[in-house]
């Protein structure tokens, strides 16, 4: 059964620090790597999604990489802003043949930038 | 990506009403599923969503408490039925296909008093 990881589970920065997010996962098979943003009482919006045959992704101040033969991936935030305070969660899709649907998400790493 | 219309945002409801949640996508999805989120915990997946069909339920969810319908490719209900307070939490539904990532609505937050 396929687990996903985050750490750290919280992370206090200040204001223009460039800070990494970790996820990990146990199963290596997996179709796609998502993160997302999710702010308190809100739903969540897509940040970066890697094909399983990518290894990286950029949006912005954000750079995803996956590394599937670890089973890791990482969020990369450049010169961090208040604006980016949120909680970031990372979500795995099984390949077609297994629950190809459905996503299993990280626990969650919740993310304070203060001014 | 799809973009996913939710409502209601939140809503207050007595113990023992139903409340129906809608969500309205503006392309047509392969895939359709139903979240829960209680306080300060992870999203927790009520069902997948079938077009036309039945839903397909996870383990600790049951179609008497949580109707779902999906009459086409764009939309989906979900009733969280007879309410506790146990029920309280924030809904959302999300949606996408095969060769992109899924989207979700922005969330109803429920109480239930």
């Known amino acids: 059964k396929q687990e996903v990881t985050q750490i750290p589970a919280a992370l206090s920065v200040p204001e223009g620090e460039n800070l990494v997010l970790n996820c990990s996962f146990t199963d290596s098979a997996i179709y796609n790597l998502q993160w997302f943003r999710q702010d308190p009482g809100k739903g969540l919006t897509s940040l970066l999604l890697?094909?399983?045959?990518?290894r990286e992704q950029t949006s912005g101040r954000l750079n995803a990489s996956l590394d599937k033969s670890s089973g890791r991936s990482t969020l990369y935030i450049a010169a961090s802003q208040p604006g980016d305070s949120a909680t970031y969660l990372c979500?795995?899709?099984?390949?077609?043949?297994?629950?190809?649907?459905?996503?299993?998400f990280g626990t969650g790493t919740r993310l304070l930038v203060s001014p | 990506s799809a973009v996913i219309s939710q409502k209601p945002s939140r809503d207050i409801c007595q113990r023992g009403t139903s409340l129906t949640i809608q969500c309205q996508v503006d392309?047509?999805?392969?895939?359709m599923f139903w979240y829960r989120q209680q306080p300060g915990q992870s999203l927790t997946l009520i069902a997948t969503?079938?077009?036309?069909?039945?839903?397909?339920?996870e383990s600790g969810f049951v179609i008497d408490k949580f109707p779902i319908s999906r009459p086409n490719l764009t939309f989906s209900t979900l009733t969280v039925s007879n309410m506790s307070p146990e029920d309280s939490s924030i809904y959302l539904c999300s949606g996408g296909g095969q060769s992109y990532g899924y989207t979700f609505g922005s969330g109803t937050r429920l109480t239930v008093v």
């Open positions: 890697i094909q399983s045959s990518q």
């Open positions: 969503a079938n077009q036309g069909s039945e839903a397909t339920y």
């Open positions: 392309s047509q999805v392969t895939m």
């Open positions: 979500a795995v899709r099984p390949p077609r043949n297994t629950g190809f649907q459905k996503l299993v």
